[in-house]
């Protein structure tokens, strides 16, 4: 009878869990949503979770790194046009925990954990336009409040049944304990601020991926940095909290895909520009985006889907081929004729 309802207790769990699917039309791949000004609604959402996670998690202006943050903020938001309303960013001190953020209003939330885990400020702002992504594409305009409070009101009944039963089966009890941890885990460091589903999670990843290219940002580096995350095993077992989460495989193949037109937004070739130029702003014209210059090939050379040493090879290009080529990062050269890709500067040598 215990085992019963122990199940019941967890399938409960797992339908409400995964029921915030949306069946709302997906947001083409290439495609930034316009940014729309917040709500004084959606300021006092922000506002209140901002509350509740400082219940749990110190607020530390006072690391060096929160200027860091609000300046590659700063600098996303004007590629988009988003700068006119205030960005609201929260750091808690909290270096074990590798996680980031953002609900209504503007708000967006970093653990201390998550930054060590990048190597530029090119990754970091993988991170922080991913969560910019959710708010601008609207995946946390509708809150689900009662999902939330349905959780809480699991944690109860989970917390009275381990105490009524503890005495008659104390594993049954440990059990039930364990698992109202783990709950009360999730929604410390997920739920109340990442109630996505894996559709939501998809785009804000190309999504992210397009605004951080928009931005001057290499969009390279975000598959550099995921790559580099694969091998992260407390990161891989924070996206396992969720089901609708993509796996970090998914998550790198979906940004491979999207590669192409982000390059195409980071050469300034698609989108129309934005009111307040970040080149100008920044000081970053032609900094980054280097000329194109086209080479003839020597000898067979292999093309690759991104400049990461587990990238998969896509074709083989032969003697007397003639290749558009851009450097992109130390060690890669992007490729834009006559087909898309990346080759190793050390091969064409």
């Keep these: 009878m215990k085992k019963i309802i122990t199940l019941h207790i967890l399938?409960?769990?797992t339908l409400v869990l995964t029921s915030c699917a949306t069946n709302r039309a997906p947001i083409p791949m290439g495609e930034i949503p316009r940014a729309?000004?917040?709500?004084?609604?959606?300021?006092q959402y922000g506002h209140e979770m901002m509350v509740q996670l400082t219940e749990k998690y110190e607020l530390d202006y006072n690391d060096p790194n929160y200027q860091r943050i609000v300046d590659i903020v700063d600098r996303l938001s004007t590629a988009i046009d988003a700068q006119q309303d205030p960005w609201h960013i929260f750091l808690f001190n909290a270096p074990d925990v590798k996680n980031a953020g953002a609900t209504r209003g503007n708000h967006m939330f970093i653990w201390s954990g998550i930054i060590p885990t990048t190597?530029?400020?090119?990754e970091l702002a993988t991170i922080l336009s991913h969560e910019m992504a959710h708010i601008i594409a609207g995946h946390v305009s509708n809150p689900a409040q009662e999902q939330?409070?349905?959780?809480i009101e699991i944690l109860a009944v989970l917390a009275s049944i381990g105490t009524g039963i503890a005495i008659q089966n104390p594993t049954v009890a440990s059990n039930v304990s364990d698992l109202s941890g783990s709950l009360v885990k999730v929604i410390g460091n997920e739920l109340f601020v990442n109630e996505y589903s894996r559709q939501d999670e998809m785009e804000a990843d190309h999504i992210g991926l397009m605004i951080m290219a928009k931005a001057?940002?290499?969009?390279?580096?975000?598959?550099?940095?995921w790559q580099r995350m694969e091998s992260d095993a407390q990161m891989a077992a924070t996206i396992k909290y969720f089901t609708t989460h993509p796996t970090t495989k998914d998550r790198i193949a979906n940004l491979e895909n999207a590669l192409p037109l982000a390059q195409a937004y980071?050469?300034?070739?698609?989108g129309n520009p934005s009111k307040l130029s970040v080149e100008n702003k920044y000081n970053i014209k032609n900094q980054n985006v280097k000329a194109s210059d086209q080479i003839v090939i020597s000898k067979p050379l292999a093309l690759y889907r991104s400049p990461t040493a587990q990238s998969p090879k896509?074709?083989?290009?032969?003697?007397?081929?003639?290749?558009?080529?851009r450097e992109c990062m130390t060690g890669w050269l992007e490729v834009t004729k006559p087909r898309f890709g990346y080759i190793k500067t050390k091969d064409v040598k």
């Design 11 to 13: 399938i409960f769990i």
């Design 148 to 151: 939330r409070q349905t959780v």
């Design 119 to 122: 190597k530029s400020d090119a």
């Design 266 to 270: 980071y050469r300034g070739e698609v």
């Design 314 to 325: 896509t074709a083989t290009f032969q003697i007397g081929e003639t290749l558009d080529t």
């Design 216 to 225: 001057k940002y290499s969009p390279s580096d975000a598959l550099v940095y």
């Design 36 to 43: 729309v000004s917040p709500s004084s609604a959606d300021e």
